[in-house]
């Protein structure tokens, strides 16, 4: 008899090997972290496989789990259609959101709550990575909304926004600026190199990390100045400093894909809203 894999488990898969983490997987699927563990063991259960090796505090697919990978994606994504299609413009979902973590740390609940308050038997898919990440996903379907950081003159652009340096004013002064940044690709790292390396300054990579809260606390510790928008820290004063060359505008663009149901297309409307407001 052939194995049933239940979506719920291909899900929560899915979730952790895009978040890269069994936390922040948690967070996205909505349930908790020791229940997102007996998940992947019920499905290693089921395809008689190890689908995950831990090294460290990372989680690494095995090729098992890489193979899974590719027939979840396609799995659940026809399962969304098909329960899209066959709601006749119910509020079935889920509604695929995808953003930046910038826009996560500060849009992401109120948007939701507000979405949520309106359509309250809706079903949402939120997913949290880079920019050039969802626009992928965006473009194989697996995403119906993308908000995230581009130049600013993208055609998607909602609004422009200055960056600015974030940090403590004596890294300034050293003769080698040491920067915290985010892995790339990355619109912020590459600007402020660039930024620096125009105006002939010395810089180092002191930290470097995926995870905009790393990266919030690397700078709030003193470990080297960054550059990001005024989401980046909003209790916080941008630095000024003479020696701190200026830094270009940025976008923050929303892109949606062609067929959106009314539940993914409400949201859409939102985003820009709650974007515009910034």
């Known amino acids: ?14 979730a952790i090997v895009d978040t890269g983490s069994m936390l922040n997987a948690s967070e996205q699927v909505f349930v908790t972290q020791s229940a997102l563990s007996l998940q992947i063991k019920r499905l290693e259960e089921l395809v008689q496989q190890t689908l995950f090796l831990r090294e460290g505090r990372r989680l690494n697919l095995t090729t098992a789990g890489e193979v899974l990978l590719d027939y979840a994606r396609r799995v659940l994504l026809l399962h969304d259609e098909a329960v899209a299609a066959v709601s006749a413009g119910r509020f079935a979902g889920p509604a695929r959101i995808g953003m930046v973590q910038d826009f996560a740390d500060s849009l992401l609940s109120g948007l939701l709550s507000r979405f949520s308050e309106l359509h309250p038997d809706a079903q949402i898919y939120a997913r949290v990575a880079g920019t050039a990440e969802l626009q992928t996903l965006l473009d194989r379907r697996e995403l119906d909304i993308v908000l995230g950081f581009a130049a600013p003159n993208d055609p998607h652009a909602v609004t422009v926004a200055p960056m600015s340096w974030y940090g403590e004013q004596a890294l300034v002064e050293r003769e080698v600026i040491p920067l915290a940044v985010l892995e790339e690709p990355c619109r912020f790292r590459e600007a402020a190199i660039r930024a620096l ?52 505008r940025v976008a923050a663009i929303l892109r949606a894909g062609e067929k959106l149901d009314k539940a993914a297309h409400r949201l859409a409307e939102l985003a820009r809203e709650t974007v515009q407001t910034l």
Do not use: Y
């Open 1 to 14: 008899m052939p194995v049933n894999l239940p979506t719920n488990l291909l899900r929560s898969f899915v």
């Open 197 to 248: 390396e125009d105006s002939g300054l010395q810089w180092r990579i002191a930290v470097e990390t995926p995870n905009l809260a790393t990266l919030k606390a690397a700078v709030g510790a003193g470990l080297g100045i960054t550059c990001r928008t005024h989401l980046f820290l909003e209790d916080s004063q941008a630095l000024e400093h003479e020696r701190l060359p200026h830094l270009p």
